[in-house]
């Protein structure tokens, strides 16, 4: 097993993998852990919270249960729905406004990777690399990938979309599994076991590969331009890690992202050319409007860039070391959740804080996201939760 100096280990966040051998060679690093599993490394004290404002109302309007979420989640909407997953397989449709289930189903494996939906078609990614497609809560085919994968599929276009661990991205038909291509490409050893970055742009697939975005020919792959985020730097395998990191954010045309541990910045996928960049300190992705782009540091500092030029807006550092998952913008709020399953709102013309609402107790696992009028948050103990804002 490689042993490269740990300059950067104070900083980590995710665990990371030996790309040539994705089963067996790995390097973990010791002093913190990717959000979705729960424990961490870091032996700072969590930093205590600050009384509860309650300026902004959040409403609890349903709760309903999965099982224990230990894998990347990605939440996928589509329309009123939700869709979320568990470790063990279950995956579930559930409806925004009510928590009801529209079905639930097991596909018979743990997953490494989830969820994808076009709103008909829900692909996930079990740890045996089987990447599993559902269809009214039945298996409607598998197929085995080439590599591990754990960024959630993408279902558009009556395809489904994967990034692989080993940096390959591959498109399969969405009703028969059939493999249509793979685009493969050399970078760093190490790559990250958390979800990257695949999403469309109108008749363009965007991925992120390394540190930079890359538009792609959903047809056949084909490369059509590539912007750097990041550009690898250091003097080791782990410090050279940029690997882009979901999710990201879209206003438009404008896409904004984290590089791991590196930076954030934007493209303008319209014009395939870089915007801006700035150094960054986290491993998760990024949220933002027409104005602005927050994200979450390592050390759980809040951070607000301002969109047209990554210039800070503001900087919230009230919640230091308490392991603060990805964001949501929306509205005129920032919600976020933290290790021991609060889920925090702040103001986002100021970062200040406007209200703290329980959970369970648990981690919360993936950025919260909205359907409709609802705000769901998914916790590492399995519980979702809706939440109406007032």
């Known amino acids: 097993?490689?042993?490269?100096?740990?300059?950067?280990?104070?900083?980590?966040?995710?665990?990371?993998?030996?790309?040539?051998?994705?089963?067996?060679?790995?390097?973990?690093?010791?002093?913190?852990?990717?959000?979705?599993?729960?424990?961490?490394?870091?032996?700072?004290?969590?930093?205590?919270?600050?009384?509860?404002?309650?300026?902004?109302?959040?409403?609890?309007?349903?709760?309903?249960?999965?099982?224990?979420?230990?894998?990347?989640?990605?939440?996928?909407?589509?329309?009123?729905?939700?869709?979320?997953?568990?470790?063990?397989?279950?995956?579930?449709?559930?409806?925004?406004?009510?928590?009801?289930?529209?079905?639930?189903?097991?596909?018979g494996q743990g997953l490494s990777a989830g969820v994808g939906t076009d709103g008909t078609l829900v692909s996930v990614v079990t740890d045996d690399n089987q990447l599993t497609t559902l269809s009214n809560g039945k298996v409607l085919w598998r197929e085995r990938l080439p590599a591990q994968a754990y960024t959630a599929p993408l279902?558009?276009?009556?395809?489904?979309?994967?990034?692989?661990a080993d940096r390959s991205v591959s498109a399969y038909d969405g009703q028969s599994g059939r493999r249509l291509w793979t685009q493969s490409r050399q970078g760093e050893p190490l790559v990250l076991r958390q979800g990257?970055?695949?999403?469309?742009?109108?008749?363009?697939?965007?991925?992120?590969?390394?540190?930079?975005?890359?538009?792609?020919?959903?047809?056949?792959g084909a490369a059509r331009w590539e912007?750097?985020?990041?550009?690898?730097?250091?003097?080791?395998?782990?410090?050279?890690?940029?690997?882009?990191?979901?999710?990201?954010?879209?206003?438009?045309?404008?896409?904004?992202?984290?590089?791991?541990?590196?930076?954030?910045?934007?493209?303008?996928?319209?014009?395939?050319?870089?915007?801006?960049?700035?150094?960054?300190?986290?491993?998760?992705g990024v949220s933002g409007d027409e104005s602005i782009l927050v994200g979450t540091e390592s050390d759980g500092r809040v951070i607000a860039w301002k969109r047209e030029n990554g210039e800070r807006q503001w900087n919230n550092e009230l919640f230091l070391h308490r392991r603060p998952s990805a964001p949501l913008v929306v509205g005129k709020s920032v919600a976020f959740g933290d290790f021991e399953g609060w889920l925090h709102v702040l103001s986002r013309e100021d970062g200040k804080v406007a209200n703290r609402i329980a959970t369970d107790g648990s981690q919360i696992v993936a950025a919260p996201v909205m359907v409709g009028q609802t705000m769901v948050v998914v916790t590492r103990n399995g519980s979702v939760f809706g939440f109406v804002p007032q």
């Open 155 to 164: 279902v558009a276009g009556a395809r489904v979309f994967v990034l692989a």
């Open 1 to 107: 097993m490689m042993q490269p100096k740990l300059h950067r280990a104070a900083r980590l966040s995710a665990l990371v993998l030996c790309a040539a051998a994705l089963g067996g060679c790995s390097y973990m690093p010791q002093l913190s852990w990717p959000s979705w599993l729960g424990g961490s490394g870091d032996k700072a004290k969590p930093a205590e919270l600050p009384p509860n404002p309650a300026t902004f109302g959040v409403r609890q309007a349903w709760m309903a249960r999965v099982g224990t979420v230990d894998f990347p989640l990605s939440v996928a909407t589509s329309g009123t729905n939700v869709v979320v997953a568990s470790s063990d397989g279950t995956v579930a449709m559930l409806d925004g406004a009510t928590g009801r289930e529209a079905w639930r189903a097991a596909v």
């Open 196 to 220: 990257g970055v695949l999403l469309p742009f109108g008749d363009t697939l965007l991925a992120g590969l390394g540190g930079r975005l890359v538009a792609m020919n959903p047809g056949g």
């Open 227 to 284: 912007v750097p985020i990041a550009t690898p730097r250091g003097t080791n395998d782990v410090e050279r890690l940029v690997d882009l990191v979901g999710p990201v954010s879209r206003v438009g045309s404008s896409i904004c992202a984290r590089a791991f541990q590196a930076a954030v910045g934007c493209a303008d996928a319209a014009r395939g050319t870089f915007v801006w960049s700035k150094p960054a300190n986290g491993g998760t």
